[in-house]
Nanobody
Framework: QVQLVESGGGSVQTGGSLRLSCVVS????????MAWFRQAPGKERERVAF???????TYTDPVKGRFTASSDNAKNTLLLQMNSLKPEDTAMYYC????????????????????????WGQGTQVTVSS
């Protein structure tokens, strides 16, 4: 059974940093595409970062230059480094991924922009106070 487990959320003041982790278990994969999403109360879910195993990354405009998505393949862990945090970054953050034992499919290599990932984590709360 594939599981994605997030951690690293918490409460910080404006300007602080957090690093979110998403540990993947239950599947031996050689390629992937994944995204970090967030959802604040009363707002729609928003994709903040995309990463694939080819190293392609994309970010939503509000987090560009502040957030960095990466992977630690030796630890089957996906990471989101968040710097210069702002109160508007307050939300529940989720990782989502599609995992493959072979080549990366085209939709993933091209930078998938949808939300139809097969696997999702349970979420970790990030709260930024002013």
């Amino acid at each position: 059974q594939v599981q994605l487990v997030e951690s690293g959320g918490g409460s910080v003041q404006t300007g602080g940093s957090l690093r979110l982790s998403c540990v993947v278990s239950g599947y031996t994969y050689s390629s992937f595409c994944m995204a970090w999403f967030r959802q604040a109360p009363g707002k729609e879910r928003e994709r903040v970062a995309f990463l694939n195993s080819n190293g392609r990354t994309t970010y939503t405009d509000p987090v560009k230059g502040r957030f960095t998505a990466s992977s630690d393949n030796a630890k089957n862990t996906l990471l989101l480094q968040m710097n210069s945090l702002k109160p508007e970054d307050t939300a529940m953050y989720y990782c989502a991924a599609d995992l493959f034992s072979g080549w990366l499919p085209t939709y993933c290599s091209d930078g998938y922009t949808g939300e139809g990932y097969q696997y999702w984590g349970q979420g970790t709360q990030v709260t930024v106070s002013s």
